[in-house]
């Protein structure tokens, strides 16, 4: 009886994610500021009778920069309202073999000894009522290696992924994998990034939060300078000083994004490819091969961070050392995935490899 009790498969059904955790409230601050600084502007401008007040003009660029963040709070948003409306036709079904995810429009299913590790984002001790995914780092499979899952199927996602960890067991150590060494590194990295995965074969793609991080002060004070001339047609004595202050202010983000352009283009969509037997990383200048024997250590870095279009935040980044070189660092802003899920996806080729160079030593002694 009690086999057969532990053998029953356990339903998780989707439920209201959270709506109002620590960054919801924060979106809505910027919402209610960005209302407020953009209320004080008219008025200042009305009371002076010119829009090139700089109190007023200050006003304004802060105004904008707060619409700005509240269009991507917005957008963020209206995922979790969407998720909301559909979480009630989702459920998790955990079983002795398998995890089997009911979307409502189509069943996603993953064998349990498929499954190599649960990660979620953030702190442990702060992934209380927050809006945060769970990932299962899977054994690749034609590229996949990643199961991501919505926070709808436990109070937090800390529990869930508790759960998760329970449900999954512990797993053996890491058994030996056949690598492919007879292919140019170059050429494999290229296959990857056009979805042509050899067996064992992963890869983490290249992100897009570093456009976050360009220089757009000088673009949202070209926005309000020009706002400012289209309602003062009247006193176009200031528009030639206003018209090269504009040229000046769109040629910064400009150039720096044609620069960047020009470091992000050779990674062609990705930011790592993993192997059984080394970490490949695409640069202008050709491609860095790190085997995996020769990687000490894989660690997460934090720092604190600001832009005009995030505001301050934590950077994290992926720090792989390395033995007799020097160690690899890797920004969250250019991956795909979150630095713990992509540092964890890393740490876990990195035991595979290295039990793989230890089988190889072994038989050659």
């Known amino acids: 009886m009690n086999n057969a009790a532990e053998e029953e498969p ?73 998720l909301m409306s559909a979480s009630r036709k989702q459920r998790v079904v955990l079983s002795a073999d398998a995890l089997t995810w009911d979307r409502g429009s189509e069943t996603v299913e993953v064998t349990r000894d498929r499954v190599r590790d649960v990660v979620t984002c953030g702190h442990w001790a702060r992934k209380g009522d927050r809006y945060v995914d769970t990932f299962l780092l899977l054994e690749p499979k034609a590229g996949q290696v990643l199961l991501q899952l919505p926070p709808i199927f436990d109070e937090s996602a800390a529990h869930f992924a508790e759960r998760l960890m ?61 706002d400012a001339l289209v309602r003062m047609p ?82 994290q980044v992926v720090r792989i050392d390395r033995d007799g070189a020097p160690p690899i660092r890797y920004d969250e802003a250019f991956l795909g995935f979150p630095a713990e899920v992509a540092a964890a996806l890393v740490r876990g080729y990195r035991a595979l490899g290295q039990a793989s160079a230890s089988a190889r030593d072994d038989e050659s002694e």
Request: aromatic content about 8%.
């Open 166 to 226: 329970r449900w999954r067991g512990v797993r053996a150590p890491a058994e030996p994998i056949a690598g492919t060494t007879s292919v140019l590194a170059s050429k494999l990295y290229d296959r990857a990034s056009r979805g042509d995965f050899d067996d064992g074969v992963a890869a983490i793609p290249h992100g897009h939060g570093w456009l976050r991080r360009g220089p757009y002060a000088a673009l949202v004070l070209a926005l309000v300078v020009l």
């Open 234 to 315: 009247n006193e176009w004595e200031f528009g030639g000083l206003g018209v090269v202050l504009i040229v000046v202010s769109l040629g910064v983000p400009i150039g720096w994004y044609v620069l960047s352009r020009r470091h992000v283009a050779p990674r062609k969509g990705l930011a790592m490819v993993l192997t059984p037997t080394e970490l490949l990383i695409r640069i202008r200048a050709g491609t860095i091969r790190a085997q995996w024997e020769n990687v000490e250590r894989v660690a997460l870095e934090s720092r604190a961070a600001w832009s005009v279009l995030s505001g301050y935040s934590t950077a």
């Open 10 to 82: 356990e339903v998780l059904q989707g439920h209201r994610p959270p709506l109002l955790d620590a960054s919801a409230r924060r979106g809505f601050l910027v919402v209610f500021v960005t209302l407020a600084l953009l209320a004080f502007a008219l008025v200042r401008e009305h009371s002076v009778g010119t829009p090139f007040d700089p109190l007023a003009m200050l006003l304004r660029v802060l105004a904008v920069i707060g619409m700005i963040r509240s269009l991507f709070f917005a957008v963020e948003y209206v995922a979790r309202l969407r």
